[in-house]
């Protein structure tokens, strides 16, 4: 038997995929306790996120070219403008050229927004959630960004530069890719992933560590709005949710202001360009519906492969899914 023979069978076990199952079974029970409502949009859309670091897979039809969606995020706005109320979404988005340990270029997403949630509310429902599916002794760990990152690298986020992001990143030995070198914002994020993130564990083997992480600086704000933290400065209104070191969910409290969110599109749009990048097309539709009133409300967006990943104690999202990339 021939090894190329044996890639017809899924690389997580049987018993793994059932168990996978159940998880999502419990998911779907988590938000109808709450009477929160599951949606179905579109994978297609016509445009396409703006964000620096997610490139969107292309797919040509008859009537033009569109992209495999790789959030629900802006559908799911359109329904909320609609007024459909607390909602969730589960099921898979695609993003290009990911693949390895923790990505791969289809997954599951886990997507919910909430009326009238703060981001301390929608923060506690996430912990809420991922306890329940890890269903083990867990310590929960909240830091504020500014702190664990003086912590770990000793860098002032809130006063500091791309060279000196720089230096620490060369004295760690850690390779800056090219095109990246005079973006704060990129460097700033390969410094938390390689020197801070790897960090965020237990250090019992016999639970699991939760950590929760908030005032982004505001130029990491995405879709989030800006608010003022104890100090006074500007952060963003997110978090960031980690289960051993491992980013799984990433929480907003939304902008709703229309010409707001227009320009930091264009802003995104001008950084891709400056990295070497296409342009992508900005979802017209979705700035249509903030001006006829997006709702106060928090979301967020939890990768499912990477917690039941974390819950079943595997190494690997193909662990845990049936055809990773390689296998189709």
Same mark, same amino acid.
């Given at each position: 038997?021939?090894?190329?023979?044996?890639?017809?069978?899924?690389?997580?076990?049987?018993?793994?995929?059932?168990?996978?199952?159940?998880?999502?079974?419990?998911?779907?029970?988590?938000?109808?306790?709450?009477?929160?409502?599951?949606?179905?949009?579109?994978?297609?859309?016509?445009?396409?996120?703006?964000?620096?670091?997610?490139?969107?897979?292309?797919?040509?039809?008859?009537?033009?070219?569109?992209?495999?969606?790789?959030?629900?995020?802006?559908?799911?706005?359109?329904? /909320? =403008?609609?007024?459909?109320? !607390?909602?969730?979404?589960?099921?898979?988005?695609? $993003?290009?050229?990911?693949?390895? +340990?923790?990505?791969?270029?289809?997954?599951?997403?886990?997507?919910?927004?909430?009326?009238?949630?703060?981001?301390?509310?929608?923060?506690?429902?996430?912990?809420?959630?991922?306890?329940?599916?890890?269903?083990?002794?867990?310590?929960?760990?909240?830091?504020?960004?500014?702190?664990?990152?003086?912590?770990?690298?000793?860098?002032?986020?809130?006063?500091?530069?791309?060279?000196?992001?720089?230096?620490?990143?060369?004295?760690?030995?850690?390779?800056?890719?090219?095109?990246?070198?005079?973006?704060?914002?990129?460097?700033?994020?390969?410094?938390?992933?390689?020197?801070?993130?790897?960090?965020?564990?237990?250090?019992?083997?016999?639970?699991?560590?939760?950590?929760?992480?908030?005032?982004?600086?505001?130029?990491?704000?995405? /879709? =989030?709005?800006?608010?003022? !933290?104890?100090?006074?400065?500007?952060?963003?209104? $997110?978090?960031?949710?980690?289960? +051993?070191?491992?980013?799984?969910?990433?929480?907003?409290?939304?902008?709703?202001?229309?010409?707001?969110?227009?320009?930091?599109?264009?802003?995104?749009?001008?950084?891709?360009?400056?990295?070497?990048?296409?342009?992508?097309?900005?979802?017209?539709?979705?700035?249509?519906?903030?001006?006829?009133?997006?709702?106060?409300?928090?979301?967020?967006?939890?990768?499912?492969?990477?917690?039941?990943?974390?819950?079943?104690?595997?190494?690997?999202?193909?662990?845990?899914?049936?055809?990773?990339?390689?296998?189709?």
């Amino acid at each position: 038997m021939t090894f190329e023979s044996e890639l017809w069978r899924p690389t997580a076990s049987l018993q793994t995929l059932k168990h996978r199952a159940r998880i999502l079974q419990n998911i779907r029970a988590f938000f109808a306790a709450r009477n929160v409502l599951e949606v179905q949009v579109p994978c297609l859309s016509s445009s396409s996120v703006t964000e620096v670091h997610i490139d969107s897979i292309p797919v040509k039809l008859l009537s033009g070219k569109t992209f495999l969606h790789t959030s629900p995020e802006y559908p799911m706005k359109r329904l /909320l =403008a609609a007024g459909i109320g !607390d909602c969730f979404y589960l099921g898979p988005v695609f $993003r290009q050229g990911e693949s390895g +340990e923790k990505h791969n270029p289809e997954f599951t997403m886990l997507e919910w927004y909430r009326i009238g949630f703060s981001i301390k509310d929608l923060a506690h429902e996430v912990i809420e959630l991922a306890r329940e599916i890890m269903d083990c002794d867990v310590e929960v760990q909240h830091y504020s960004y500014a702190d664990v990152v003086h912590e770990y690298t000793g860098i002032d986020v809130f006063d500091t530069s791309v060279s000196e992001i720089q230096e620490v990143l060369n004295q760690k030995h850690i390779d800056i890719p090219g095109g990246l070198t005079d973006d704060f914002s990129s460097c700033l994020d390969l410094l938390v992933s390689t020197l801070v993130f790897p960090n965020l564990r237990s250090a019992s083997e016999a639970s699991r560590r939760i950590t929760l992480i908030q005032g982004y600086p505001a130029s990491q704000a995405a /879709l =989030a709005k800006i608010q003022k !933290d104890a100090q006074g400065r500007n952060v963003a209104a $997110r978090f960031e949710v980690f289960v +051993e070191g491992v980013e799984i969910a990433n929480g907003y409290d939304e902008v709703q202001d229309a010409e707001l969110l227009a320009q930091r599109f264009l802003q995104d749009n001008q950084r891709r360009v400056a990295l070497g990048k296409s342009p992508m097309p900005v979802d017209k539709y979705l700035l249509e519906a903030m001006r006829s009133g997006l709702p106060e409300c928090a979301g967020v967006a939890l990768g499912v492969d990477r917690l039941i990943m974390l819950a079943l104690q595997k190494n690997s999202i193909k662990d845990v899914m049936a055809f990773p990339v390689e296998r189709i």
